[in-house]
């Protein structure tokens, strides 16, 4: 029984011991430690940093660099999106040389799907005309000007999936003359891009 108590009263002066220690080199360095003039001052702000075009290179994507190039080949400074827009004739004036790539069908199946889509585009297309007639005839004088280019851009587009629309019937006939699939306007595809 002796011998408990005194390894009990060994086990607790180690762990006195022990923990006065850790207490001790804790709070050594803050007693000697005198804060120096270095570390009352504020750190110093990281520069800002300043971008320039061989460090846009890096982060730039390939479409963002077609167009930085594109509009760099412009010779009035404009984008090439723009003058290429000017550059097309106005609907009516001219017949369009070639159907625009979304109305290339790959078959008879195809060519249907896709003249029913249009069909559904045109008819959304003239309710659209019908409501926006009926706004540009109640529509306060500020506004009417802005109704009415709206209408005459959405007028241009219409006519546009029309003349798709023309162009899926016709090469529908075609593969139907054709079995085999192999049209005329089936290999004037354009590249993909």
Request: avoid cysteine; charge should be neutral.
């Amino acid at each position: 029984m002796r011998t408990n108590s005194v390894w009990k009263a060994a086990v607790a002066a180690a762990l006195v011991l022990g923990f006065s220690t850790v207490v001790r080199a804790q709070s050594e360095p803050q007693k000697n430690d005198k804060p120096a003039p270095a570390q009352n001052q504020k750190p110093v702000p990281k520069p800002h940093k300043v971008w320039t075009d061989d460090n846009l290179s890096a982060v730039r994507t390939p479409a963002t660099a077609y167009m930085a190039a594109t509009d760099k080949q412009s010779p009035t400074g404009a984008p090439a999106a723009q003058e290429a827009s000017e550059k097309q004739p106005v609907a009516g004036s001219q017949k369009p040389t070639k159907a625009p790539p979304l109305s290339h069908a790959k078959s008879v199946e195809d060519a249907e799907n896709k003249i029913e889509w249009e069909k559904r585009d045109i008819q959304g297309q003239e309710e659209y005309l019908v409501r926006m007639q009926g706004e540009l005839e109640q529509a306060p004088a500020d506004r009417k000007e802005h109704i009415q280019k709206l209408i005459e851009q959405h007028q241009q587009i219409l006519a546009d999936t029309r003349n798709e629309l023309k162009g899926l019937e016709e090469q529908k006939k075609d593969f139907q003359k054709n079995p085999a699939g192999q049209s005329a306007s089936a290999n004037q595809q354009p590249p993909s891009q």
